[in-house]
């Protein structure tokens, strides 16, 4: 039997859950931020075989403001979850080249599990954005963690995460660091105040686990 399926949804999110404008991101420039990102999203347990992939399921909104010629995101099965999908996913042929689509976040599960007994082992699944997807996420039970990039700088932002992670949220609490960096897999940064600085932004690396 392969373990139960589990969601990490990731996102980076101001003091009042703010992540997008205008149909992209707030903020440019934060490539460590998105070099953290594209590690975490790629890192497969070691325990796991090496031909593993990740998943990383997102909206058919955040799929539109990933850039042409990066998408899909390397190294990893990109799901896009779209109203206009009529056909059952299906494994595309090249993963770096095409993205598995399905037409509800329910439908991608399903489709996931499946493809745990078959020859590509799936790793772990993310859930990457945006606010729609999110929201669907934390309905979940499969839904058990947070990676939050905590951006302590004011951005202007027109969609929010729909749920506000602050300490006494119920039904979540924040990881200690150990456990943060056993989980992903590396030495988490902490500047000053457990904050660091890029391009005149700063931002925190914090993780959220459900309590049940
Ligand atoms: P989403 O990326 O969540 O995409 C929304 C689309 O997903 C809908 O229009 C629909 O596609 C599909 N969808 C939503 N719910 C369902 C459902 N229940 N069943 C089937 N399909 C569904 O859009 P948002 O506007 O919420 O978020 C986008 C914003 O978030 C952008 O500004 C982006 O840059 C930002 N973002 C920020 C992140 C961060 O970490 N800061 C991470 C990711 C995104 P369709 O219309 O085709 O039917």
């Not at 995101?73 to 095409?98: C, F």
Request: include cysteine; hydrophobic fraction near 40%; charged fraction near 25%.
């Amino acid at each position: 039997m392969p373990p139960p399926l589990e969601l990490t949804l990731i996102l980076a999110a101001t003091r009042d859950m703010g992540i997008g404008l205008n149909g992209t991101l707030p903020w440019t420039g934060l490539k460590r931020e998105m070099a953290y990102f594209a590690r975490v999203t790629k890192r497969v347990p070691p325990s796991l075989p090496p031909t593993t992939l990740n998943a990383i399921i997102m909206g058919r909104k955040t799929w539109d403001s990933i850039p042409a010629r990066f998408r899909p995101l390397k190294g990893r099965l990109n799901v896009v979850i779209s109203r206009s999908v009529t056909a059952a996913p299906s494994y595309p042929r090249d993963a770096n080249a095409e993205p598995v689509m399905a037409s509800s976040l329910e439908q991608a599960l399903a489709f996931l599990r499946e493809q745990q007994t078959q020859t590509q082992p799936l790793g772990r699944v993310f859930v990457i954005g945006g606010a729609q997807i999110y929201g669907a996420a934390l309905g979940l039970r499969e839904t058990r963690r947070i990676l939050l990039t905590r951006v302590v700088s004011d951005f202007e932002c027109d969609v929010r995460f729909p749920l506000q992670l602050e300490e006494g949220t119920e039904g979540w609490k924040r990881a200690e660091q150990g456990e943060f960096e056993g989980w992903v897999g590396e030495k988490v940064e902490e500047g000053e105040e457990g904050e660091q600085e890029e391009n005149g932004t700063r931002y925190e690396f914090q993780m959220w686990e459900r309590v049940d």
